[in-house]
């Protein structure tokens, strides 16, 4: 009966060209689409099938705007119970600010009797890249923390967790209640169901206002990367460009 | 005192743990201190040698039972014992996987601000920062840099792999203190508890090749690499892969290209597949020529390489191998 949290943040989907807004401080939302790294989405799917197999419950958490309801919406139809937002512009939260706020919610939840025994978060946010919620989300609440890892189970008191290292696959095994960083890769994220969907829209969601000031992040400006006029030799399409690029790499030298 | 993890293996630092000490360097400019290194485990075989050729003075190495096995919480535990002892001003380490989780360790454990993926350091646009460190990182994935301000208590940091070239300076002579750490037992819980070894590292006949076939996501699964490693195999050269390959598990680590992989700089980069993400960019930028092949013509690899054909791996690939055989008879 485990009862896991998963924790996820509505990020701005830069795939294509990005502007930034006039003070530099976001990227510019009305181009962009917004989503949830591909690390959370391996998150919640790894909540949802522990929970599974243990009986349990996952609950689903966001810092984020009103609109990041969005994301915790998707959450939910691909199996999480319940969900919790934290209602605040994460813009201004550094990620020791997001970890005490977090940690208030596990806290409360506590005292009210229901211990997230495992935190399961992505390694890495997709804008921020700060690479520590995780971590210091783990000393906020004095538990253990693996990082990086793309399968986690649970057994008995214990969670077992794998991921690359740099010599091999390492395995990790710590004691309940923990806390566990995900790497994308070890577990395809499930689609919703179209019931599933329907039952989310119905599960209520907790709403929770911000308990501390946040202290910042440090950000004094984003810049973007000049752009490089393009230079390049288009040596063809297709299939049919096969004797102009082998004419190139004899002229390289790379081949007879 | 500017204080850099080193990270080793068999052949002595690794590459982007020379960066972090240039990087290093660069910062002491600033602060006028010395550069020291903590090593945590073994020390190999001329590591002092090759870090004092970097620059670093003292060499801090950390022994005993807790650092058998690797783990985020007891390598920081290490690094919070050289900063208390010798007052370090900054904390810098590789942008690794493990450099990038002790370093969060050691923020969380000094309740002090982290800056992951820096690439350089601000410039001093005469605003005033407080005393603070400005730097420059990655974020959004690489499309946009931010600056950030680092206070000093000590400024926690790590290094993007390949922002910076390790560059080597007139050696100096570097001292070595070892110590023994005391480590919590609650740090020891989350070490590793077993490692299933890789299949061997061939990273360095990818590092050496004159020519490096590489391959993204465009291959499209486990089974589409084939033509590639067959047009590798005709040019004698060595297949490269994008991080999103072997996140999927469709190929080992080793073969990966960029800044949480190898850097490469082959007289030739067959990029097929490939976006050309930022983070790839930093490990294939020094190549000499780079041919992309990509069916989007406004792919960053495709504007960036010096040749590109516009089309589908699948096709282009064996068809440029077919040619090559047909040339050789
Ligand atoms: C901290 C950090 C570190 C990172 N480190 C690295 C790293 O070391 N190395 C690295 O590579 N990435 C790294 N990344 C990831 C990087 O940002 C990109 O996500 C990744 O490089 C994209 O891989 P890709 O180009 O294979 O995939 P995509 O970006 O999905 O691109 C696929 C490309 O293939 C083309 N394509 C699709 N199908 C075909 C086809 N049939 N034929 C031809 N072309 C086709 C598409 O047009 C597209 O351009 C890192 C990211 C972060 C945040
Ligand atoms: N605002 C947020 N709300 C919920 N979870 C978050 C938030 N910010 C970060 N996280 C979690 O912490 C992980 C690491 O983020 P970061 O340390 O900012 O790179 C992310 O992958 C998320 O799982």
């Given at each position: 009966m485990t009862d896991v949290l998963v924790c996820i943040k509505r990020v701005p989907d830069v795939a294509g060209e990005v502007l930034l807004t006039p003070d530099a401080q976001a990227i510019d939302a009305r181009f962009v689409g917004f989503t949830v790294s591909a690390h959370e989405n391996c998150a919640v799917e790894l909540a949802v099938r522990i929970a599974a197999a243990t009986g349990g419950t996952a609950t689903v958490l966001t810092l984020g705007p009103e609109a990041a309801v969005e994301q915790l919406r998707a959450a939910l139809a691909v199996g999480c119970a319940a969900a919790v937002h934290i209602d605040a512009d994460p813009l201004g939260f550094g990620p020791a600010d997001v970890v005490r706020e977090i940690a208030a919610v596990v806290e409360t939840h506590a005292a009210e009797g229901?211990?997230?025994d495992l935190v399961l978060l992505g390694n890495d946010a997709a804008d921020t890249g700060d690479f520590q919620v995780g971590v210091r989300l783990a000393y906020a609440l004095g538990r253990p923390v693996v990082n990086g890892v793309r399968t986690v189970e649970v057994d008995g008191g214990v969670v077992t967790a794998r991921g690359d290292g740099p010599d091999g696959v390492e395995t990790f095994a710590v004691p309940l209640p923990a806390v566990v960083t995900v790497l994308e890769g070890g577990v395809e994220p499930r689609y919703p169901s179209v019931v599933g969907r329907m039952k989310a829209k119905k599960i209520p969601i907790e709403t929770v206002a911000p308990r501390h000031e946040p202290r910042g992040a440090g950000r004094v400006r984003l810049t973007l990367p000049p752009a490089q006029p393009s230079t390049v030799e288009v040596l063809g399409s297709g299939p049919d460009a096969a004797p102009s690029v082998v004419d190139l790499l004899q002229r390289l030298g790379v081949t007879r | 005192m500017i204080l850099t993890v080193v990270q080793t293996d068999a052949g002595g630092a690794t590459e982007v743990s020379l960066e972090a000490v240039t990087f290093a360097r660069a910062l002491a400019k600033r602060t006028l201190g010395p550069v020291h290194a903590l090593v945590v485990g073994p020390l190999p075989d001329g590591l002092v040698d090759q870090l004092a050729g970097h620059g670093v003075v003292e060499v801090h190495h950390a022994t005993g039972d807790a650092f058998s096995a690797y783990g985020g919480a007891v390598w920081a535990a290490a690094v919070q014992a050289v900063v208390a002892a010798a007052d370090a001003d900054a904390v810098v380490a590789p942008g690794t996987p493990r450099g990038l989780e002790v370093m969060a360790h050691l923020a969380a454990r000094l309740d002090v601000p982290m800056a992951a993926n820096v690439v350089g350091l601000g410039e001093d646009d005469g605003g005033d920062d407080g005393g603070a460190l400005r730097v420059v990182r990655q974020v959004m994935g690489g499309a946009a840099l931010e600056e950030m301000l680092l206070p000093r208590r000590p400024a926690v940091l790590t290094v993007a792999g390949h922002a910076v070239e390790a560059e080597q300076v007139p050696p100096v002579s570097a001292t070595v203190t070892e110590f023994s750490p005391e480590v919590a037992e609650a740090d020891l819980v989350t070490r590793v508890v077993s490692t299933e070894p890789a299949e061997p590292d061939l990273s360095g006949a990818l590092t050496s090749a004159r020519v490096v076939v590489g391959a993204g996501?465009?291959?499209?699964?486990?089974?589409?690499f084939g033509d590639v490693a067959e047009l590798a195999e005709l040019l004698g050269g060595a297949l490269g892969v994008s991080r999103v390959v072997t996140s999927m598990g469709w190929?080992?680590?080793?073969?990966q290209i960029g800044q949480t992989g190898s850097r490469i700089s082959p007289d030739l980069y067959i990029a097929c597949?490939?976006?050309?993400a930022i983070q790839h960019w930093a490990g294939c930028a020094s190549s000499k020529t780079i041919l992309a092949v990509n069916?989007?013509?406004?792919?960053p690899m495709v504007t960036k390489a010096t040749y590109a054909v516009i089309g589908d791996m699948h096709e282009v690939v064996p068809a440029i191998n077919a040619e090559i055989r047909r040339r050789r008879g």
């Open positions: 229901r211990t997230h | 996501r465009g291959a499209g699964g486990a089974a589409g190929r080992p680590h080793h073969e597949g490939i976006s050309g069916t989007d013509e406004n792919a």
